[in-house]
T-cell receptor, first 115, second 112 residues
Framework: EPEVTQTPSHQVTQMGQEVILRCVPI?????FYWYRQILGQKVEFLVS????????KSEIFDDQFSVERPDGSNFTLKIRSTKLEDSAMYFCASIQEASGYNEQFFGPGTRLTVL | KQEVTQIPAALSVPEGENLVLNCSFT??????LQWFRQDPGKGLTSLLLIQSSQREQTSGRLNASLDKSSGRSTLYIAASQPGDSATYLC???????????FGSGTKLNVKP
């Protein structure tokens, strides 16, 4: 069964360093998302991406964040200069198309720890 | 901004019991609503999707209902099992927006 994959499963970094989180969405899906979940808190929407551009972004998604689809399979989230408060689980998700019939499928997440 | 609330925050039941989890949202102009299961430290597994035009969806022992006008959805789990123990999340997609809002979840513990 097709699934969304994410690498790495756990990333430890020093404050101020850049990190890139990687996702491979399901191959025939067209809409891609990043979410984060700080320990004990809600899953929060960060950004949605369609047709090689951002379609929606939240207040959290500031200039420190960027997304890219560098090839036909990978979807990346870059944090330029990490802060302690960026420590969270980061989930990638994808949807086949935008109709209401389509479920979001989530990856297993990347746990980011900023020291 | 859409606010999604889930009640109760935690629930503990004996095995075999039927139970209902609740999700409420403040803006009824939604596109769809999706229920997920999350195991500790893991990703989200989709359980059911209800489109805005539907009133319920069923999958096995799970039944989800949607009352858009009152801003509520329920997830009914029949004959609960210890393997059902997890956190259950609902997520709402507002109309015309390509984003989703999540509730805080209900942490379910089914005791053998």
């Amino acid at each position: 069964e097709p699934e969304v994959t994410q690498t790495p499963s756990h990333q430890v970094t020093q404050m101020g360093q850049e990190v890139i989180l990687r996702c491979v969405p399901i191959s025939n899906h067209l809409y891609f998302y990043w979410y984060r979940q700080i320990l004990g808190q809600k899953v929060e929407f960060l950004v949605s991406f369609y047709n090689n551009e951002i379609s929606e972004k939240s207040e959290i998604f500031d200039d420190q964040f960027s997304v890219e689809r560098p090839d036909g399979s990978n979807f990346t989230l870059k944090i330029r200069s990490t802060k302690l408060e960026d420590s969270a689980m980061y989930f990638c998700a994808s949807i086949q198309e935008a109709s209401g019939y389509n479920e979001q499928f989530f990856g297993p997440g990347t746990r980011l720890t900023v020291l | 901004k859409q606010e999604v609330t889930q009640i109760p925050a935690a629930l503990s039941v004996p095995e075999g019991e039927n139970l209902v989890l609740n999700c409420s949202f403040t803006d009824s102009a939604i596109y769809n609503l999706q229920w997920f299961r999350q195991d500790p430290g893991k990703g989200l597994t989709s359980l059911l999707l209800i489109q805005s035009s539907q009133r319920e969806q069923t999958s096995g022992r799970l039944n989800a209902s949607l009352d858009k006008s009152s801003g509520r959805s329920t997830l009914y789990i029949a004959a609960s099992q210890p393997g059902d123990s997890a956190t259950y999340l609902c997520a709402v997609r507002p109309g015309n927006f390509n984003k989703f809002y999540f509730g805080s979840g209900t942490k379910l513990n089914v005791k053998p």
